[in-house]
């Protein structure tokens, strides 16, 4: 059992691993699956398979507990303009502890890849 915590607006719900995966965006036990799964809105373009970039999330703790990123998910943050070492694709960032995420507004429109919207 473990803590994600929603930015800015605060939701903070418990996670078990045994109910997850909770719903069909993103991998099994996700950011984006837990978020959705509790009624917080995070953008999702191509549905959580990871080719879009906008569901990116800037974690404001807990890296350490999240999956670690692949090529793919490096390859596509790096896309998007002022992506950082804090920021993580919410479909691909499997929750493995304590995290506290800030989510992008959902009525702003994401950033294309190699954009300067960031
Ligand atoms: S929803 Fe498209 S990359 Fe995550």
Redesign the pocket.
Known sequence: MHTVTFLPVGTRVEVSEDLCPYGQY?KAGSV?DIALAHGVGIM????????????RVTVEAGMEDLSEADDDELD?LDQIDGSGPQHR????AVVMGDVTVTVPDLLKKPPPPGSSDG
């Open positions: 993103g984006l999702r373009v191509c549905g959580g398979t990871g080719v879009c970039g906008s569901c596509r694709l919410a479909c691909q």
